[in-house]
């Protein structure tokens, strides 16, 4: 079965940093764009970055150069560097894995979340 698993949430205060963690399993890792979604109370789900299986790395205007996100392909896991973290970060992160080919959507599958809460 596929599994995505978050981790590394919690609670941190302004100007703070997290780092999440997303580990994969049931897949082939390395065929796949992997990405971070958030989404606070009120909010639609939104797209925080993104990165290929090439390595190209894609990110909201509103977390540039704040966040990084990075993949480590013998560990089947993705992640997200949390800087200078504002309160406006607060919501639950989704990890995402995504397998086109042919310019059509073959896989998609989602974490379970994690609440991120940044607060003084």
């Known amino acids: 079965q596929v599994q995505l698993v978050e981790s590394g949430g919690g609670l941190a205060q302004p100007g703070g940093s997290l780092r999440l963690s997303c580990a994969a399993s049931?897949?082939?890792?390395?065929?796949?764009?992997m990405a971070w979604y958030r989404q606070a109370p009120g909010k639609q789900r939104e797209l925080v970055a993104a990165i290929t299986s090439g390595g190209s790395t894609d990110y909201a205007d509103s977390v540039k150069g704040r966040f990084t996100i990075s993949r480590d392909n013998g560990k089947n896991t993705v992640y997200l560097q949390m800087n200078s973290l504002k309160p406006e970060d607060t919501a639950v992160y989704y990890c995402?894995?995504?397998?086109?080919?042919?310019?059509?959507?073959?896989?998609?599958?989602w974490g379970q979340g994690t609440q991120v809460t940044v607060s003084s």
């Open positions: 049931g897949i082939t890792f390395t065929f796949y764009a």
């Open positions: 995402n894995a995504k397998l086109q080919q042919f310019g059509a959507v073959r896989a998609n599958y």
